[in-house]
């Protein structure tokens, strides 16, 4: 070894040195405190002419540590040994600073040999710590020129199923993959929203999209003109499938308001469907119903019903038309009868639908023909003139 040292300690190294002692070299300062000057080679492979450039201390040989020993105690959890080791202790060992808990045989700590510059960088102003950067700007700043990403993996150390999440982002998107299954993206942000609150969930477990004050379980708030709410099911087999599904104890209803207007109707449905019309804001209880429902297909209306008519595609009023084809009366009988029903009504089946509208058109067709042969079994005296009027 080559000592450099002043004072005492420099006496007791030349002292040791000048013995040859094979073992260990005990520098004895008598109590006061030593010191060594310029650099020190520590190590089996030190030989008396290093250059040491600006090393202050250099440890030399094929198993370099620092170790450090803590003849402490406290109580019944004594303190703890550690160390600081260059390297492996093997061939083929890997090339590597750890620092290890030597007490606990563990190594917290590990720089392997080739990590990039910035590997780990903390910031000495504000304790800033970079991944990649030099300059780290907030608590955790990670940079890599490729999705940087932070990788959340469970094994199986405390016996539960391995699994292994994914956080990153990149000019696409910022995304959580699911590793094992797929790598699949269940959960991904677009960059270029143009918008604040795309997405806020409220203390209270409400969710706003666009606002970030939610006053509903989902509240979705636009300013644009593009506030929809769209579900789509894409399956290539066509098939009836539930797509909303309200579910509550009691009628659950559905609300439509027009601000506008101070307008609001309201449907919902249990054992009966109800539409209801008030104003905006109106309670279920204050809104006038308007259209009831019930389990048999009973409807009642508090208004009128109309349609945009028949075809007429028999006539309706056309009878009174100079060119229509008007069968006698007996006729017109016999061809009812053989039918069993209004030859222009057509049959009406139980359980069978119904067009109401063109049955409206159809029945007035037979009504007014009605009229007109009653015209004409009248007496002469109440006959009108025409060209119905038969001889």
């Known amino acids: 070894m080559t000592y450099r040292t002043t004072g005492l300690l420099a006496s007791a190294a030349a002292l040791a040195l000048t013995a040859g002692a094979s073992l260990a070299t005990t520098i004895l300062t008598n109590g006061t405190d030593g010191t060594i000057t310029n650099s020190l080679c520590v190590g089996q492979d030190c030989t008396g002419s290093e250059n040491f450039g600006f090393d202050t201390l250099r440890l030399k040989e094929n198993n370099t540590r620092i170790k450090f020993d803590d003849t402490s105690a406290s109580g019944s959890f004594p303190y703890v040994d550690w160390q600081i080791r260059a390297n492996g202790s093997n061939n083929g060992d890997a090339n ?50 490729d999705s940087p990403a932070l990788r959340l993996q469970q094994d199986s150390s405390n016996g539960w199923s391995p699994h292994t999440w994914d956080i990153a982002g990149n000019e696409t998107n910022f995304f959580i993959r699911d590793v094992n299954n797929s790598s699949h993206l269940p959960f991904r942000i677009l960059p270029g929203s143009g918008t604040d609150d795309a997405l806020v969930i409220k203390g209270n477990g409400y969710v706003g999209l666009g606002t970030d004050n939610p006053s509903a379980a989902l509240h979705v708030r636009h300013t644009d003109g593009n506030a929809m709410v769209l579900v789509e099911e894409l399956n290539g087999t066509s098939g009836p499938r539930t797509l909303i599904n309200l579910k509550n104890n009691g009628r659950p209803e559905v609300v439509m308001a027009n601000t ?42 508090t208004g009128t019903v109309t349609s945009s008519g028949p075809t007429c595609s028999t006539g309706c009023d056309a009878v009174f038309d100079a060119d229509y084809p008007l069968p006698s009366i007996a006729d017109h009988a016999a061809q009812m009868f053989a039918l069993g029903h209004l030859p222009n009504v057509g049959p009406t089946r139980p359980n069978e639908p119904v067009n109401m509208s063109e049955q409206y058109g159809r029945m007035l067709n037979e009504l007014e023909k009605a009229h007109i042969y009653i015209s004409e079994l009248a007496p002469r005296k109440h006959r009108p003139e025409g060209r119905h009027r038969r001889s």
Request: glycine share 16%.
């Open 96 to 145: 590597e600073l750890g620092f290890d808990d030597i007490t606990n045989n563990k190594t917290p700590f590990l720089i392997g040999a080739g990590a990039p510059t910035n590997s780990l960088v903390v910031k000495g102003s504000s304790g800033d710590i970079g991944i990649g950067t030099a300059n780290p700007s907030l608590e955790l700043h990670v940079v890599d020129g």
């Open 260 to 301: 506008s207007e101070n307008g609001e109707w309201s449907f919902g449905a249990g054992t009966k469907f109800i539409l209801k019309q008030g104003a905006v804001g109106t309670t279920s209880g204050a809104k006038t119903k308007m259209l009831e429902i019930d389990e048999l297909g009973n409807a009642t209306f």
